[in-house]
């Protein structure tokens, strides 16, 4: 069971990049996949969700407007395509799987524990430089 992500490089403020995470080893149907990222010093939060089975993504109030993922199940891949991106973006971006759909409690955004995760990618760096 693995996650591989890739896509991340440096840009400037306002830039954009389109980051990959490719499943193998488990069928990549019913499972939500959540993209965390972690900037030197900080602590890991993810700041979306996608449900694999219909492609509906959930986002914090961070990146919601400036994110979109995607979901090629055929290809066993989850896209994250980030624009304007910011310093504050600078992180290395890693995906996490878990069985089921995302979690969105009433009147909330998603919802998760880093225990429901069973693989997580090694992640991919992205710098916004200015």
């Known amino acids: 069971v693995q996650l591989a992500e890739s896509g991340g490089g440096t840009v400037q403020i306002g830039g954009s990049l389109r980051l990959s995470c490719v499943a193998s080893?488990?069928?990549?149907?019913?499972?939500?996949l959540v993209w965390f990222p972690q900037a030197p010093g900080k602590g890991r939060v993810g700041v979306l969700c996608?449900?694999?089975?219909?492609?509906?993504?959930y986002y914090s109030e961070r990146v919601e407007g400036r994110f979109t993922a995607s979901s090629d199940n055929d290809k066993q891949t989850t896209y994250l395509q980030v624009n304007n991106l910011h310093t504050d973006d600078t992180a290395v971006y890693t995906c996490?799987?878990?069985?089921?759909?995302?979690?969105?409690?009433?009147?909330?955004?998603?919802?998760?524990?880093?225990?429901?995760?069973?693989?997580w990618g090694q992640g991919t760096q992205v710098i916004v430089s200015t």
């Open positions: 996490a799987a878990a069985v089921g759909p995302c979690y969105v409690p009433p009147g909330g955004s998603f919802y998760y524990s880093d225990s429901d995760f069973f693989s």
């Open positions: 080893g488990f069928t990549f149907d019913n499972h939500r």
């Open positions: 996608i449900t694999t089975v219909n492609g509906r993504a």
